[in-house]
Nanobody
Framework: QVQLVESGGGLVQAGGSLRLSCAAS????????MGWYRQAPGNQRELVAL???????NYGDSVKGRFTISGGNAMNTVYLQMNSLKPEDTAVYYC??????????WGQGTQVTVSS
């Protein structure tokens, strides 16, 4: 079992920055990758960014160059630095942990609202 706790969401003006954190606990040795997904009302959940235990990263096209994911190779904590935020980045952001490559764990979600 893996537990994920997110923090750092909030309200920010367009062009501003926020940093999200996700702390993992439990059987973290089995986590292969951690990432962030987001879901806006009426939309499907989409990948924002992910990082593997070896440090490889992947980003959604809409956030490339603006967001940066980071975290130690222990897969205990992952961060998402969000710069140059846009109103279309408004969504609930969920932390994800891929466990042994076959099971996903999710955090409770944190709201990010970007005002124009």
């Amino acid at each position: 079992q893996v537990q994920l706790v997110e923090s750092g969401g909030g309200l920010v003006q367009a062009g501003g920055s926020l940093r999200l954190s996700c702390a993992a606990s439990g059987s973290t040795a089995g986590i292969n990758a951690m990432g962030w997904y987001r879901q806006a009302p009426g939309n499907q959940r989409e990948l924002v960014a992910l990082i593997t235990r070896s440090g490889n990263t992947n980003y959604g096209d809409s956030v490339k160059g603006r967001f940066t994911i980071s975290g130690g190779n222990a897969m205990n904590t992952v961060y998402l630095q969000m710069n140059s935020l846009k109103p279309e980045d408004t969504a609930v952001y969920y932390c994800n942990a891929r466990y042994l490559g076959i099971r996903d764990y999710w955090g409770q979600g944190t709201q990010v609202t970007v005002s124009s």
